[in-house]
């Protein structure tokens, strides 16, 4: 029995950080289809508009069917709220993105989006999602760790030092395809940052706001249903009115930019919905200090299958990053052992924000979390 309950004790552990994991391979790849169609033509506001269309298109009927009895009711608030949120990610968080992505390469990119940890904390402290007491050992780890992992993104991003070679052949293909465009936009880089940075900005934004959402309207795939289609809606409306009188920029062809459609509408659906279930049970920080790992694989990605050069530098980088990740998780996941003042907590969770209702969620056994939240229904079909 100890050895059963040990088992599946650590499977549903484990079931977070697999999924964040697995979220940002989807998220490091659509980097390099995105790069790829943006360096062909293709304007960001219509890869983004296409994409949530093929994100509404796929996650819609799950959300029908899978919660079609726990499914809340829909008011007028919690609507404006989703249109709200949907306006922030994808429609302005992912333009910024992808317009900074053009004056800039793939792996600069995801670099410097690893200040989303630091902003998303800083968010989460002053809407009170997020515990922290200076004086605490814990807290001070939480902060420091954010400093460091934004460190070691500058460190990745500014340090060069000698050319490290893999064993792996690189893919010249798409290397030949991508290099003009890179070589084009260099002069461009701070103008490329400053719209990653405020892209991030929104990004940290669409995080704290969908933890307040998830309070109101706790079914996690009719949720991404809507974000998806609000934001579907909101991008092409955008694009009508800065892409208005240019109707080829629509067209789309067997060719990268299709690509990059499709998957990216796969991606999109499927990280609202990982990231939306882990926002109840570990709170909006612990999904943007995973941020980092990208930085990572899209370094190996980038090497692999845009010939991407990798100095001894960012490897450094990297390490200092990792570093950081794990002083951010040891605090948090410190802050989170169960105690008698939690227990007493969660006798009261209408009376805390999201950080206190995910505490709810570690000292209670899972199905009683899910039979009590969403009768039982979405937790069979995530396992």
Excluded at 67 to 87: G, H, N
Excluded at 332 to 361: L, W, Y
């Amino acid at each position: 029995m100890a050895v059963k309950f040990n088992t599946q004790f650590l499977s549903h552990n484990a079931k977070p950080y697999l999924g964040i994991i697995f979220m940002q391979f989807c998220y490091s790849i659509m980097s390099v289809f995105a790069k790829l169609a943006l360096n062909q033509g293709m304007s960001p506001y219509v890869l983004v508009a296409y994409r949530m269309v093929v994100a509404t298109i796929l996650i819609a009927p799950f959300a029908f069917v899978l919660e079609r009895k726990t499914r809340p009711k829909m008011t007028l608030p919690i609507f404006a709220k989703i249109a709200l949120v949907s306006l922030f990610e994808p429609v302005i968080s992912q333009n910024l993105y992808y317009t900074g992505m053009k004056y800039t390469t793939a792996t600069f990119t995801v670099a410097l989006c690893n200040i989303l940890p630091a902003l998303t904390f800083l968010m989460a402290w002053i809407f009170r999602l997020e515990k922290v007491k200076i004086k605490s050992t814990h807290s001070q780890a939480k902060i420091l760790g954010t400093i460091v992992t934004a460190g070691g993104a500058m460190c990745m991003t500014l340090l060069k030092g000698p050319i490290l070679k893999f064993p792996w052949k690189q893919v010249r293909l798409l290397h030949n395809q991508l290099e003009t465009g890179t070589q084009n936009n260099e002069e461009d880089l701070t103008k490329g940052a400053l719209l990653i940075v405020a892209g991030c900005f929104a990004w940290s934004c669409f995080i704290i706001l969908q933890a307040f959402l998830l309070k109101s309207y706790p079914a996690e795939l009719s949720l991404t249903a809507l974000i998806c289609f609000m934001s579907s809606v909101e991008g092409t409306i955008l694009t009508l009115a800065i892409e208005r009188g240019n109707t080829g920029i629509w067209l789309l062809h067997f060719d990268a930019k299709l690509l990059a459609v499709i998957y990216g509408g796969f991606v999109s659906c499927t990280a609202y919905f990982i990231m939306g279930w882990l926002m109840k049970r570990r709170g909006p920080v612990f999904v943007s200090s995973f941020n980092p790992l990208g930085m990572v694989i899209i370094a190996v990605l980038g090497s692999f299958f845009l010939a991407e050069k990798l100095y001894l530098g960012r490897i450094i980088g990297a390490v200092i990053i990792v570093i950081g990740l794990y002083m951010v998780l040891w605090g948090r996941n410190k802050d989170r052992s169960p105690s008698k003042s939690d227990n007493n907590e969660v006798t009261q969770p209408d009376q805390q924000m999201a950080i206190k209702s995910n505490m709810t969620n570690e000292v209670t056994p899972p199905d009683q979390q899910m039979d009590r939240r969403n009768g039982g229904d979405l937790e069979n079909a995530i396992n």
